[in-house]
C-alpha cells in the first residue's frame, strides 16, 4: 500500500522521561510518532529527563525498525530554545511543562500545539487538548470549565496503545478466563517512584493458594523488592522480568494484574486483563475510580479474594475492560494532529 507523502511537514514531540516521572510520557509520543512517520510525515523529538531514560525509548524504536530522532533538553527553556531552530509544523506535547507561558512562546514562533493531558483554562491555550478526564479544578468541583481552543477531546478512547498489546488482546480473548486465579502479573511502569509493587506483594500474601507471581522491573527502578517477595517465596513462584521485549505476552497470560492508574493500567483494559490499581498519587486515583466507575478495574482498597477469583466477576470485568479501550486512542490523536495542518 502507497503512503501518501506529507514531507513537507514536520511533527516534534516534546515529552519528558525519568526516574522520578517514568517512562509514560515518552513512550505515548513514541507511538504517535511511529503513526505520523507511517503516513509519510517527517519527525522530530525533545525530552526533558536523563539519557537513561532516552536510552531505552532509542532502543525500543531500533526493536520495532523505527528510527526515532530525539534531543535530550535539560529544562524547558532550553527546548523552546530547540523549537526555534528545529521550526516544525505542529508540535505535541505530553508532560507536566506545559504551560500558559510555554504556549506562549510556541504562539511567538508561529506553531500549532497539540497537548495531552492538559487541565489550564487560561490563555492562551493549545490548538487542541486531548485529557483521558479532566483534572481541571471546576471539573473535580462538578461544574465545566470554560476554554477557547479550537479543538477539545476527552475520553478513555483517546488511550494510546502499543501494539503488541492490541495484538495480546485479541489471543487472551479468544482463551477467555481460567477457572481460578494462578498468574498473577505486578507491572508499574518504567520507575515505580511510589514503591507499589511492595504493596502488591503485601497484598498477594494474605491471599491462599499457591500463583506464579511476574514482576516486570522497569528501566528505571530504583527500589529493591527482595524483602516484599521474601514472605511469598515458600509457596510461590516469582518471576523478574527486566524491561522484557515482549511485555504483551505476559499480560495475554496473565488472570489478575497490579498496577498503577495511569498508561499501565489503560494497556491491562485493552488486553482485557482484570486490574487492581494501587495508584501513586491522587490523580492517578481519580482516574482509576473513573474508569472502576465503569466496572473496567478495581482500586486495590475494593478488591478481596473471594471477588476476584470468581471467574465471573473476572470475566465481567474483562469485557467491561475491553470496552473501555480499544485500541485505537492513537490513530484518533494523530488524525487530530494532522487536522492542524490543513
Known amino acids: ?37 507511517s503516513r509519510g510525515y517527517r519527525i522530530s523529538g525533545i525530552t526533558l529527563g536523563d539519557r537513561k531514560a532516552v536510552s531505552f525509548a532509542e532502543e525500543r524504536a531500533k526493536r520495532e ?63 487542541a487538548v486531548i485529557n483521558l478526564i479532566d483534572h481541571h479544578p471546576a471539573s473535580i468541583s462538578g461544574e465545566q470549565p470554560s476554554r477557547e481552543c479550537k479543538t477539545y477531546c476527552e475520553g478513555p478512547q483517546y488511550a ?73 517465596q515458600n509457596r510461590c513462584v516469582i518471576r523478574e522480568h527486566k524491561s522484557p521485549e515482549r511485555m504483551g505476552e505476559l499480560f495475554e497470560d496473565a488472570d489478575l494484574l497490579f498496577c498503577g492508574g495511569g498508561g499501565t493500567l489503560l494497556e491491562a483494559l485493552c488486553v482485557g486483563v482484570p486490574a487492581i490499581v ?13 474508569l472502576a466507575d465503569r466496572h473496567a478495574c478495581l482500586i486495590s482498597g475494593d478488591a478481596d479474594w473471594e471477588f476476584v477469583n470468581r471467574i465471573e466477576n473476572r470475566r465481567k470485568l474483562s469485557v467491561s475492560a475491553r470496552g473501555c479501550i480499544d485500541g485505537r486512542g492513537a490513530e484518533r490523536i494523530c488524525d487530530i494532529i494532522e487536522q492542524q495542518l490543513n
Open 1 to 37: 500500500m502507497m503512503v501518501s507523502s506529507h514531507s513537507n511537514h514536520k511533527v516534534l514531540f516534546l515529552n519528558e522521561a525519568s526516574s522520578l516521572i517514568g517512562m509514560g510520557h515518552i513512550v505515548r509520543s513514541q507511538v504517535l510518532a511511529r503513526i505520523m512517520c
Open 65 to 127: 525498525n523505527f528510527e526515532w530522532p530525539v534531543r535530550i533538553a535539560q529544562d524547558i527553556r532550553q527546548a523552546i530554545e530547540s523549537l526555534s531552530n528545529d521550526r516544525p509544523s505542529v508540535i505535541l506535547m505530553d508532560g507536566s511543562f506545559v504551560s500558559p507561558s510555554v504556549l506562549e512562546r510556541c504562539a511567538g514562533i508561529g506553531v500549532p500545539t497539540v497537548v495531552l493531558d492538559y487541565f489550564i483554562s487560561e490563555p492562551p491555550m493549545p490548538a
Open 160 to 232: 494510546i496503545i502499543r501494539n503488541e498489546f492490541i495484538e495480546a488482546r485479541a489471543r487472551r480473548t479468544a482463551r477467555g478466563e481460567r477457572a481460578t486465579v494462578k498468574n498473577i502479573l505486578i507491572a508499574f511502569g518504567g520507575a515505580d517512584p511510589s514503591g507499589n509493587s511492595h504493596r502488591a506483594f503485601e497484598m498477594i500474601l494474605q491471599w491462599p493458594g499457591e500463583f506464579v507471581v511476574d514482576l516486570i522491573i522497569g528501566p528505571l527502578f530504583t527500589s529493591k523488592i527482595e524483602p516484599s517477595a521474601a514472605g511469598l
Open 278 to 290: 494501587i495508584a501513586q498519587n491522587d490523580a492517578e486515583l481519580r482516574h482509576a475510580r473513573s
